[in-house]
């Protein structure tokens, strides 16, 4: 089994689209294994998308994602990194439209940057974002 974390960016919760995400996870066999609402504060937001420092689009992503209230899940399944990532479409929202039509981007995104999910895109990512947002006591 493999771990890996999705957060439901501040345009979805805004949606009320939470439970919806959600329960997709469910339906495809995943467990949660951690869950939590929170708002990330700058320097939160920037130290966990430190990836992306040198791309032109962090300093907007770093204030979309301290715009509003996140939920944060840990999901649990086999190949999980890989499954969740296809769950989700591609990051273009109005892409995953056309290609990925029952994607959570498809359905509940607005377009590249207000694209609904965060998900980790590799093992060593969700070994970096699961501690990052979860305490070992918060794991179930």
């Avoid at 467990?31 to 430190?50: G, H, S």
């Avoid at 989700?88 to 694209?115: Q, Y």
């Avoid at 895109?121 to 179930?140: G, K, W």
């Amino acid at each position: 089994m493999e771990r890996t974390l999705v957060i439901i960016k501040p345009d979805a919760v805004e949606k009320g689209a939470t439970g919806k995400i959600l329960d997709r996870f469910v339906v495809e066999g995943f467990e949660i294994r951690a869950l939590k609402m929170f708002r990330f504060t700058e320097e939160q937001a920037k130290q966990f998308y430190i990836v992306h420092r040198e791309r032109p689009f962090y300093g907007e992503l770093v204030e979309f994602m301290t715009s509003g209230p996140v939920v944060a899940a840990v999901l649990e399944g086999e190949d999980a990194v890989r499954r969740v990532r296809e769950i989700i479409g591609p990051t273009d929202s109005e892409e995953a439209r056309k290609v990925a039509p029952g994607s959570i981007r498809a359905l509940f995104g607005t377009d590249k940057g207000r694209n609904a999910v965060h998900a980790s895109d590799s093992r060593e990512s969700a070994d970096y974002e699961i501690p990052f947002i979860f305490s070992a006591l918060e794991i179930v």
